[in-house]
């Protein structure tokens, strides 16, 4: 394959994860920015390729101009929310590749408090212009954010599949559990699966606790040439597999053939048959948690188990550090904070360096991190260290 | 509340839907038919997928249907809705196919269940709205 292990992740950045914060969108991506390069052990002008996420702060241009950049030779916009930051470790793993670039910045930045009430990100999915065939008939009716959108979808599961609100219940704590760990997380408080039941309806059958957050922050990361990546500060990471897929009726999940599907399932074969790994091997896994549900049913489509035994697979804590599939060992967008997945790209670098701190998965050599995004847009990257 | 005064989000149709819109107000359900390989599709859409045609006719649904999925919307992510939940929205499979949207009215709805649909009038729109057949 030809991506195969012909790029690293050299540098990580994240700002403090908050709310309220003070500094605009584009301060704390500038801010994440500059520590991942720095983390990376390069300079601002030694960028060559950037990968905004989202187009809600900085433009590719806006970096050339405020770090000096001479020359960038590669930019890109990848349009699938969530499933973005993955999809953008793929764009920049097939520009070094083909030799376009050297040293790929992949960064976002949120200040979603800044942002008026009636425009938090669980509010305005459907003013995003790939949604602008279903506005007009869902939003007035009243079926207007990711939690309504996804609910039907978790609902015919549960009533197909026996899945359970225990099952959804058992992401939520796990995610909790591993927050408490980070010292970088919103949500510090622990949470039992009784909390997770009786935390308040939010679009059945979501409750809050079933929900991600919403937060300010920035996260970065450099991909670099494979090569070049012997000079960086840290052990090299290796970008393994990785692949995208979309849904059918990407912008409808009402129009899917079947509601429960996602991109993820044509995405994960061609990951893991680039990477040369099997199931077992991924000893760390950090998975896209809009909701609950997200994580049950990725993993399901990745293969981890059969079509609707996903809920049984993350029962009694096999979620958890000491279980089968450790899984966003950060606290996730549950209970750490919510800037589209980058954190868990983040993290499973952590991870894979072993600078993990009180969440480490002992000598995790092997990783898997996820991207979901625009209502079933999928991604995953296998990462393995050196 | 003050948010009795917010209004719903507008239904703005394009050049696409308004066919759509049109006899939604007349209490129609039409969903876009190719005028080529005569396949369904909905929502509104410029190409036929299978032929890639632009062409279409419009065709009348039965608002006929079954139950796909559902949901109960609590919290209300827009402030027009505040005065409404919890309301009951329910994914129904068209007898022609595609699937659509809509308000339920009635008991908790069942998968499978047999629905039948209509046009409810509201003030700056037109709600499709599902019950028990």
């Known amino acids: 394959m030809r991506l195969y292990n012909r790029s690293c992740v050299t540098g990580i950045g994240e700002t403090a994860y908050t709310r309220k914060s003070t500094r605009s969108a584009f301060q704390l991506q500038i801010e994440a920015s500059l520590k991942a390069i720095a983390d990376a052990g390069l300079k601002p002008a030694d960028i060559d390729g950037v990968i905004p996420i989202g187009v809600i702060s900085g433009t590719a241009d806006d970096f050339i101009e405020n770090f000096g950049i001479p020359d960038l030779r590669f930019s890109a916009l990848i349009p699938h929310g969530g499933a973005s930051p993955v999809m953008a470790l793929q764009a920049a793993a097939a520009a070094i590749a083909g030799g376009v670039c050297q040293h790929v910045l992949i960064t976002f930045g949120r200040n979603i408090s800044a942002m008026a009430g009636n425009n938090r990100a669980g509010s305005r999915i459907h003013t995003m212009p790939q949604f602008h065939y279903v506005t007009e008939f869902e939003h007035p009716m009243g079926a207007s954010a990711p939690a309504q959108l996804y609910a039907p979808m978790a609902r015919r599961h549960m009533e197909l599949y026996g899945t359970t609100v225990e099952h959804f219940g058992e992401v939520a704590v796990a995610c909790r559990e591993h927050a408490i760990l980070n010292g970088n997380a919103l949500m510090t408080r622990p949470i039992t699966l009784d909390d997770h039941r009786a935390s308040r309806m939010i679009a059945d059958p979501f409750r809050l606790l079933d929900c991600s957050l919403e937060s300010d922050g920035g996260a970065a ?34 129009q899917r053939a079947d509601i429960t599907s996602l991109g993820i399932a044509k995405a994960a074969p061609r990951a893991f048959a680039m990477a040369g790994v099997t199931h077992g091997d991924i000893q760390v896994a950090e998975i896209y948690d809009c909701f609950t549900y997200a994580v049950i049913r990725q993993i399901e489509d990745m293969g981890f188990c059969a079509r609707g035994e996903g809920g049984p697979f993350v029962s009694g804590g096999r979620l958890k550090l000491d279980g089968a599939l450790p899984t966003n060992t950060h606290g996730g967008l549950l209970s750490q904070a919510h800037v589209w997945g980058l954190n868990h790209v983040v993290e499973l670098t952590r991870q894979l ?34 | 509340m003050t948010t009795e005064s917010v209004p719903r989000p507008l239904q703005v149709s394009t050049d696409l839907s308004r066919p759509y819109w049109e006899a939604a107000r007349e209490g129609r359900l039409l969903l876009q038919q190719c005028s080529i ?43 027009s809705f505040s005065a409404e939940v919890p309301y009951t929205l329910v994914t ?42």
Not at chain 2, 47 to 68: F, I, K, N, P, Y
Not at chain 2, 97 to 126: M, N
């Open chain 2, 92 to 133: 129904v499979d068209l007898e022609e196919g595609p699937r659509a949207l809509g308000r339920w009215i009635g008991d908790t709805p069942v998968l499978g269940q047999r629905v039948v649909g209509r046009f409810e009038r509201r003030d700056a729109g037109v709600d499709l709205v599902f019950k028990k057949a």
């Open chain 1, 221 to 254: 990361i450099i991909v670099s040439d494979a090569d070049r990546a012997r000079d960086a500060r840290h052990r090299r990471i290796f970008i393994a597999g990785v692949a995208a897929g979309h849904p059918d009726s990407p912008g409808s999940i009402t």
């Open chain 2, 37 to 79: 390989c005569q396949a369904l599709r909905h929502y509104p859409r410029l190409l036929c997928s299978h032929c890639h045609s632009e062409d279409v006719t419009w065709r009348e649904a039965s608002m006929r249907g079954q139950v796909h999925s559902w949901t109960v919307a609590h919290h209300p992510f827009h402030p």
């Open chain 1, 353 to 386: 360096r072993g600078d993990g701190g009180a969440a480490q998965v002992p000598n995790a050599k092997v990783g898997l991190v996820t991207g979901y995004g625009d209502l079933g847009d999928g991604a995953l990257a296998i990462l393995t260290r050196e």
